[in-house]
């Protein structure tokens, strides 16, 4: 079956960097586009950034496109977030998700599996 597993997760200081990854399995993962979200507590589930099949394409939310940075190694089934500059405001639970096709996508109804996400707490 469809697995995801997030790592890399932790507490940081602000100005920090960590990156996250997100182990797939039980399916053709250089076929689908890939996706990172996070939640704060009391706050909808938000888009961070996305990419596509190939990893030729991604999508970042506009408020973290110049920290964070999406990637994928096809060859070893993994998607990557590395967060650079990190924020207090930027403590979540960060989770990964698959696309339903291999475009990459923003809204989390687009996205069909998901891990069990991943905390990120950045202290001041």
Same mark, same amino acid.
């Given at each position: ?5 997030? #790592? ?5 200081? &602000? ?14 993962? #250089?076929?689908? &586009? @890939?996706?990172? %979200? ?8 938000? %888009?961070?950034?996305?990419?596509? %099949? ?7 939310? $506009?408020? @973290?496109?110049?920290? %964070?940075?999406?990637?994928? $190694? ?8 590395? @967060?650079? #500059?990190?924020?207090?405001? $930027? =403590? ?10 291999? =475009?990459? =996508? ?11 996400? =991943? ?6």
């Amino acid at each position: 079956q469809v697995q995801l597993v997030e #790592s890399g997760g932790g507490l940081v200081q &602000a100005g920090g960097s960590l990156r996250l990854s997100c182990a797939a399995s039980g399916f053709a993962f #250089s076929s689908y &586009a @890939m996706g990172w %979200f996070r939640q704060a507590p009391g706050k909808e589930r938000e %888009f961070v950034a996305a990419i596509n %099949f190939s990893g030729r394409s991604t999508k970042s939310a $506009d408020s @973290m496109k110049e920290r %964070f940075t999406i990637s994928r $190694d096809n060859g070893k089934n993994t998607v990557y977030l590395q @967060m650079n #500059s990190l924020k207090p405001e $930027d =403590t979540a639970v960060y989770y990964c998700a698959r696309g339903r096709g291999s =475009t990459s =996508t923003v809204p989390p109804t687009t996205y069909v599996y998901w891990g069990q996400g =991943t905390q990120v707490t950045v202290s001041s």
